[in-house]
């Protein structure tokens, strides 16, 4: 007989015993193995038995010395990609946990050799990723040779593969897992160009990430836990599967402080001046003030470095806050059904107390009347007089009822007004801002147009405001139809609410009472209450000048404002 067929008897007659007496099948192995030490089948057969067993130690010998003096066996490869398969998966079944143990008994260097070589034999570009992942956390000095390769590899697929949306598995893999890994080791050394391209995919993944339509999210609406969505801060616990990952690492543990921890990492790698690490937001936002003033003084390459850092730092200061902003004003634009009990709110000039500060005779001639009601137009809107509108000190009141955060979302709209006017600051900022914006396609996303129209109504400039509104209705309608018929409904009667006050504030009265008249379609109030706002508006008496009062409040009390004023137009 042949040695080979030796080798063959000897691991057949020791499967035949496995079932009836193991120690025997075991012997018979350990003989032909002395016999026939460089034969696979044999110590693969031996590997088999240890491994049914679930015996760790001796299955992790077994397994190394496979791997060492049979590299290229195709069964070898085979076994190595169910264990790291196992590696990667988020179960904690019986199975799979033995595979993990079985790995961690190898020693570090075969570990490495094995998860560099397992990379070699995938051709799918996620599954690569992952096994490199695993490679560059167990590793990390592997990651001066490998880390820029891999993010690079990732941001490639995401344009061949033409990603829509910058929430894609690709650049979840790339800003979440991979360049945390680079940007924290002193060893990889980065160009600050490099740096600051990561910071602006890295920004606009969270950004967009954090801010995504609850359309996007809908098949898992109903296995979220309520409590937890009410703060904007917590929407990374909402079950939301980003294509091409599984549900475990498609969720992101505080989006925004990761964000500002990466800004922060730059700023050091790049030396800006103030460490970004445990600031306010209002003390970010004083500090690029500071910077930006001088910005013109400095050479070339100080000049790009500074104002790389007033545009980043104060564009994260201003969607975070923007975000904060209108998250408290209409959540359901974020958290769906989850907040159907949340009155959504509406930013509008105070027409009910329009007359504030000047009690008019209703015995005056009308031409006293008319010439008031001139003086009132000219007073409240800032379109032609005051084109920034930065100068009006105007004051925005909310029922606590309503908003019980109110100061803090004020502030939170004070900072993200504040960050806009710093970005169109200077002709560079402004530039730069710009291009960002293009970039990642703002003039797309309507929670955004809901804060500059918010803004506009803010600063007095109510032919822009109607502008936006305009823009604002031109978004809704590209959404889908089930949103248009959903969340469309709300966005309707806040275009139109704000639409009436604008025309209102303009004198364009014909225009208010067309509005008003449109929202009689979405809401029906009774006649009664309707009549008894109209009669005590009169009494109320504002603190403020004309022009300086602007109201927050839910959308009926917001109906019955316009409609008394449209009424008392007739």
Request: aromatic share 10%; hydrophobic share 35%; glycine share 4%.
């Amino acid at each position: 007989m042949s040695a080979q067929g030796d080798c063959e008897f000897l691991v057949k007659r020791a499967r035949e015993l496995v079932q009836e007496d193991l120690w025997a099948a075991k012997a018979w192995l350990i003989t032909a193995r002395s016999l026939y030490p460089a034969d696979f089948n044999i110590q693969y057969e031996m590997y088999t038995i240890e491994r049914n067993a679930e015996r760790t130690s001796s299955a992790g010998r077994l397994l190394y010395d496979i791997f060492v003096n049979f590299p290229d066996q195709p069964v070898v490869w085979r076994e190595i990609s169910v264990i790291t398969s196992a590696l990667r998966n988020d179960s904690q079944d019986k199975q799979t946990q033995f595979l993990r143990g079985l790995f961690e008994t190898l020693p570090g260097r075969i570990q490495c050799e094995m998860l560099l070589k397992a990379t070699e034999q995938c051709f799918n570009t996620l599954e690569r990723a992952e096994m490199l992942l695993l490679l560059l956390r167990r590793f990390p000095e592997s990651v001066v040779q490998h880390g820029v390769g891999l993010g690079e590899s990732l941001l490639e697929a995401e344009n061949i593969e033409d990603q829509e949306s910058p929430v894609n598995c690709y650049r979840k893999l790339f800003v979440c897992d991979v360049l945390p890994l680079i940007i924290n080791n002193p060893d990889v050394r980065l160009p600050a160009a490099l740096l600051y391209k990561y910071l602006n995919k890295a920004a606009e993944f969270y950004i967009n990430y954090v801010t995504r339509s609850t359309q996007m999210e809908s098949q898992y609406q109903g296995a979220q836990d309520t409590p937890d969505l009410l703060s904007p801060s917590k929407r990374s616990s909402q079950k939301y599967v980003i294509e091409g990952l599984t549900e475990k690492s498609s969720q992101i543990t505080d989006p925004w402080e990761q964000v500002f921890k990466i800004l922060s990492v730059v700023g050091v790698r790049c030396e800006w001046q103030m460490d970004m690490s445990r600031r306010s937001f209002g003390d970010i936002l004083l500090k690029m003030k500071d910077v930006s003033r001088y910005i013109g003084n400095y050479d070339n390459e100080a000049h790009t470095k500074y104002k790389t850092q007033v545009i980043y730092s104060t564009v994260l200061v201003f969607f975070k806050n923007a975000f904060q902003y209108v998250s408290s004003i209409q959540p359901s634009l974020f958290q769906g059904p989850n907040a159907a009990n949340q009155i959504p709110l509406v930013l509008l000039e105070d027409v009910s107390n329009v007359y504030g500060d000047t009690d008019i005779d209703r015995s005056k001639h009308v031409h006293k009347k008319r010439k008031l009601a001139e003086g009132r137009e000219k007073t409240m809107s800032s379109d032609d007089e005051d084109p920034s509108g930065k100068g009006r000190n105007r004051h925005v009141t909310i029922h606590a009822a309503e908003l019980p955060n109110s100061a803090e979302v004020l502030e939170s709209f004070r900072l993200a007004r504040e960050s806009w006017d710093l970005l169109h600051s200077l002709e560079s900022l402004d530039k730069e801002f710009t291009r960002i914006c293009v970039s990642w396609k703002t003039d797309t996303w309507l929670w955004l147009r809901i804060f500059l129209t918010d803004m506009i109504v803010y600063q007095g400039q109510y032919k822009k405001a109607i502008a936006s509104l305009h823009h604002l209705a031109a978004l809704q309608g590209s959404h889908s139809p089930q949103q248009i018929a959903g969340q469309g409904s709300l966005e309707n009667q806040r275009a139109l609410i704000q639409l009436a006050t604008c025309h209102f504030a303009l004198g364009e009265c014909r225009f208010t009472c067309e509005k008003v008249l449109d929202l009689m379609c979405y809401m029906a109030l009774p006649i009664q209450e309707g009549t008894r706002v109209q009669e005590e508006q009169p009494k109320s008496k504002s603190k403020f000048r004309k022009g300086e009062v602007l109201l927050m409040t839910g959308w009926r009390k917001a109906f019955k404002v316009c409609a008394g004023k449209a009424a008392s137009e007739k």
